[in-house]
T-cell receptor, first 117, second 119 residues
Framework: DAMVIQNPRYQVTQFGKPVTLSCSQT?????MYWYQQKSSQAPKLLFH???????NEADTPDNFQSRRPNTSFCFLDIRSPGLGDAAMYLC????????????????FGPGTRLTVL | AQSVTQLGSHVSVSEGALVLLRCNYS??????LFWYVQYPNQGLQLLLK??????LVKGINGFEAEFKKSETSFHLTKPSAHMSDATEYFC?????????????????FGTGTRLQVTL
């Protein structure tokens, strides 16, 4: 089945120790998104890739970076995790053909729960 | 800018009773509207969506929602609640995206409603 896969499902890191979260998709979608979701809150968009074009949200901290080496994979790098970065990180994908051709149904992975000690 | 308001962060119903989760949106253009469900420690799963056409949309697990432009609402309903429905629900609105700028359209989520189902 076509899907969005996130690894690992649970990640524990230490304060200040860089960590990388992984997302892959078999949907061949051209857009990939990273969201941060803290406990009992709505998902907050960090950034997205439209093909190879990286789009950062204005309020995303510099501590968060992303890479998309190919269509299928996207990585979230947290350079120096703080206690406030503990959250569920959700990857999503969509097929965007332009504003006149597509609405933004997004397909989500199961998420990676990050714990910062 | 678009926004979504979900009235009631927690809703409790009895098993077999009607489920009504409220969602109001603000959008300067005709909206695309979505309801997602999230089970504990899981990603978001699409329940249903409204894009164009029929304003009453049916989704999975017996849920449906009606788009009411005059009320800027997209409330989620289910005639008879089941224990397995107890989880978190998010309403979302999508913009159309800019033209030829290398960015895609985005979802704006409400703050979520946790549904509790009691015996």
């Amino acid at each position: 089945d076509a899907m969005v896969i996130q690894n690992p499902r649970y990640q524990v890191t230490q304060f200040g120790k860089p960590v990388t979260l992984s997302c892959s998709q078999t949907l061949n979608h051209n857009v990939m998104y990273w969201y941060q979701q803290k406990s009992s809150q709505a998902p907050k968009l960090l950034f997205h890739y439209y093909d190879k074009d990286f789009n950062n949200e204005a309020d995303t901290p510099d501590n968060f970076q992303s890479r998309r080496p190919n269509t299928s994979f996207c990585f979230l790098d947290i350079r120096s995790p703080g206690l406030g970065d503990a959250a569920m990180y959700l990857c999503a994908t969509s097929r965007y053909l332009g504003r006149d051709f597509s609405y933004n149904e997004q397909f989500f992975g199961p998420g990676t729960r990050l714990t910062v000690l | 800018a678009q926004s979504v308001t979900q009235l009631g962060s927690h809703v409790s119903v009895s098993e077999g009773a009607l489920v009504l989760l409220r969602c109001n949106y603000s959008s300067s253009v005709p909206p695309y509207l979505f309801w997602y469900v999230q089970y504990p420690n899981q990603g978001l799963q699409l329940l249903l969506k409204y894009t164009t056409g029929a304003t009453l949309v049916k989704g999975i697990n017996g849920f449906e929602a009606e788009f009411k432009k005059s009320e800027t609402s997209f409330h989620l309903t289910k005639p008879s609640a089941h224990m397995s429905d107890a989880t978190e629900y998010f309403c979302a609105v999508s913009d159309l995206g800019p033209i030829n700028t290398g960015t895609a359209s985005k979802l704006t989520f409400g703050t979520g409603t946790r549904l509790q189902v009691t015996l």
